[in-house]
């Protein structure tokens, strides 16, 4: 069984340039969820797929979005960046809903 | 929404020694409570978690007891290690999708 993988693992941008992070599931899990962790702070809740559908979403801008795709695997991208979205970005994946979340190595995102 | 605030923000203890770190909780609707383990550089990895149907929890040296009336739930460590030295994170949710996580607890074990 495979533990959950994102890529890349950093990525430099600078404002006002779009990005696409990418997230592969964990084995059997069809549940995918994103979050934004600043230095010296807890995960925040971007947003949750389930089953290819958005199935809630934290307090975050349109110009981040999602998918998920029919393996479960999914996408982050963020547009028009700012400053404020240098971050660590997790997704975490769950057998279903309701479950434990398991959370992949993040990508560094770092916005000049 | 949900507020989790957690206590301390930084714990220093000595080998040997336990480690309490608690959080608070503002939605009564709230049902699953996981602790998160972080160490530098690496992902959060679950080392325990509750649902409110249950008081405590244990799992060897580490233990999470749940007080649903005062909404506040706490993570003990016992006999305190260096490698358990890390950032601690609780969560709760009520839903299953939206985790809301506390500040973080950085614990340092002093050989």
């Known amino acids: 069984e495979t533990g959950v993988t994102q890529s890349p693992t950093h990525l430099i941008k600078t404002r006002g340039q779009q990005v696409t992070l990418r997230c592969s599931s964990q084995?059997?899990?069809?549940?995918v969820s994103w979050y934004q962790q600043a230095l010296g702070q807890g995960p925040q809740f971007i947003f949750q797929y389930y089953r290819e559908e958005e199935n809630g979403r934290g307090n975050f801008p349109p110009r981040f979005s999602g998918l998920q795709f029919p393996n479960y695997s999914s996408e982050l991208n963020v547009n028009a960046l700012e400053l404020d979205d240098s971050a660590l970005y997790l997704c975490a994946s769950s057998l279903r809903l309701q479950e434990t979340q398991y959370f992949g190595p993040g990508t560094r995102l770092l916005v000049l | 929404g949900e507020n989790v605030e957690q206590h301390p923000s930084t714990l220093s203890v000595q080998e040997g020694d336990s480690a309490v770190i608690k959080c608070t909780y503002s939605d009564s609707a709230s049902n699953y409570f996981p602790w998160y383990k972080q160490e530098l550089g690496k992902r959060p990895q679950l080392i325990i978690d509750i649902r409110s149907n249950v008081g405590e929890k244990k799992d060897q040296r580490i233990a999470v007891t749940l007080n649903k009336t005062a909404k506040h739930f706490s993570l003990h460590i016992t006999e305190t290690q260096p490698e358990d030295s890390a950032v601690y994170f609780c969560a709760a949710t009520n839903t299953g999708n939206q985790f809301y996580f506390g500040t973080g607890t950085s614990l340092t074990v002093i050989p």
């Open positions: 084995s059997g899990h069809n549940t």
